[in-house]
């Protein structure tokens, strides 16, 4: 059982297992902060100027020590905080900055807003970090949420619009404008956020991993669906394929060069020339992100291609199969729309078998097992994939198996969609949780012992 239990199951389902913030007093006596974004603050706290209370360290170097830990973007988890840092580089060859156990990493690129890490380590960091060094009477714990503060990150990022380069300067960070509260107070403020975000932290945690059981068990019922039938009790045979097994004894088993020609997609060239595409065009144009995009049809795209650019790809008409051989690789998608794909792509001429039952044959990744890992890792052709055998029901059997997995991973996916908004619900809770304890709009402070 996937869901571990109807306990388990329920508690997932709920969107806001933490009380809501209204359950928390507000402070006696408020004050116009003086600044727009901010509104009213506690009358007893200060508003400072970044640079007064955590100025930037502005050392750089040119590259990367080979003893020191490196920080890059890609290695703090968003809003969170939380550093991962498995995958480290053995060198670094762009500018970067260093820092101190104690300071604070914020990063300044636009999307990466929203990155706040506080290391206990010395080390290095990217460029696109600025490392933030707290003064005395400044809690790095405390000063960390306050820079993931929404409305302050939000500020932020209008100053990005317009600019070639989406990023803020550490003199816009410099200036910006910081709550500061009395030292023990701070020290509350962290304790409890670190309290209440552990917490909800959890609970996402384990709505994710319900989301992977489930995910799991999804595939298992198709992948036994479309290699074993329906019928449990049906009489089975060796099928002579190491991947599938035995399956039914009525079943054929054939390579897919031998039930269609496995052909690949092509690309005008060169590809950004703006000669091949017109927005009023009869065929879209399909990138690899618009089938990462999608789940098992494609009905739209972001772009369309002119005729000249069309006659220089090739065209599917609405139903047709066609699997990635790049970036998202072995990812089977079958077109609603009329299209045209690239060297990116196969595609299968001459297919009579069920479009959807093939759709469900290659998305459980059963089909590639030998020739790698299903996603980024396999390397697929058209020779690999013709050489792929498939098991044959009938025309008739492929149908209701389709039927089947329809209807029973429709069922999967409401319950997938369901924890994810729960999920959305408990982050939103976190921001808000953060946003009103750093801003005083909440007091907190009896709430710690």
């Known amino acids: 059982d996937a869901g571990g239990g109807d306990g388990v199951?329920?508690?997932?389902?709920?969107?806001?297992?933490?009380?809501?913030?209204?359950?928390?007093?507000?402070?006696?006596?408020?004050?116009?902060?003086?600044?727009?974004?901010?509104?009213?603050?506690?009358?007893?706290?200060?508003?400072?100027?970044?640079?007064?209370?955590?100025?930037?360290?502005?050392?750089?170097?040119?590259?990367?020590?080979?003893?020191a830990a490196y920080v890059g973007l890609e290695h703090i988890e968003p809003w969170t905080g939380q550093l991962l840092l498995e995958n480290q580089p053995e060198t670094v060859d762009s500018v970067v900055a260093s820092f101190k156990a104690g300071d604070i990493l914020f990063g300044k690129l636009r999307p990466y807003l929203a990155k706040v890490a506080r290391p206990e380590f010395d080390g290095v960091c990217t460029s696109e970090i600025l490392p933030l060094s707290p003064v005395c009477g400044c809690s790095q714990r405390y000063l960390a949420y306050a820079l993931l503060n929404a409305p302050y990150i939000h500020w932020l990022d209008s100053l990005t619009y317009g600019t070639k380069m989406p990023r803020v300067s550490p003199e816009q960070v410099a200036v910006s404008f910081v709550t500061l509260p009395p030292a023990p107070e701070q020290r509350a403020i962290a304790a409890f956020l670190d309290r209440e975000t552990a917490r909800i932290d959890a609970l996402v945690a384990k709505k994710e991993r319900l989301i992977e059981l489930l995910q799991e068990k999804r595939t298992a019922l198709i992948t036994r669906a479309v290699t074993k039938g329906l019928d449990p009790t049906v009489p089975m045979k060796d099928s002579g394929v190491e991947w599938l097994g035995e399956i039914p004894a009525h079943w054929e088993v054939k390579k897919v060069k031998r039930l269609c020609v496995v052909r690949r997609g092509a690309s005008p060239r060169p590809i950004d020339d703006p000669i091949y595409f017109d927005d009023d065009g009869e065929y879209a144009w399909v990138r690899i992100a618009d089938v990462t995009a999608s789940e098992r049809y494609l009905e739209t795209t972001t772009q369309r291609l002119s005729d000249l650019g069309r006659s220089k790809s090739v065209a599917l008409e609405p139903g047709e199969l066609f699997v990635s051989i790049a970036a998202t690789v072995g990812k089977p998608i079958i077109t609603k729309i009329k299209c045209c794909i690239h060297d990116g792509f196969v595609y299968f001429v001459g297919l009579r078998e069920n479009r959807e039952y093939l759709y469900y044959l290659f998305s459980c990744g059963e089909p590639y097992k030998g020739l790698g890992k299903l996603g980024t890792q396999l390397n697929l052709n058209t020779d690999t994939i013709g050489d792929i055998y498939l098991p044959r029901p009938s025309g008739e059997e492929q149908q209701e198996i389709v039927q089947f997995l329809d209807t029973e991973t429709a069922k999967i996916d409401v319950l997938i969609a369901k924890i994810r908004e729960a999920i959305k619900h408990l982050k939103e809770l976190r921001t808000a949780l953060i946003s009103a304890a750093v801003t005083g709009k909440i007091d907190v402070r009896e709430e710690i012992a």
């Open 9 to 67: 199951m329920s508690d997932a389902l709920h969107p806001l297992s933490a009380q809501p913030l209204r359950r928390f007093k507000r402070y006696p006596a408020y004050k116009d902060s003086g600044v727009e974004w901010l509104g009213t603050i506690p009358t007893h706290w200060e508003v400072k100027r970044l640079k007064y209370v955590a100025p930037a360290r502005m050392s750089k170097l040119q590259s990367k020590p080979s003893d």
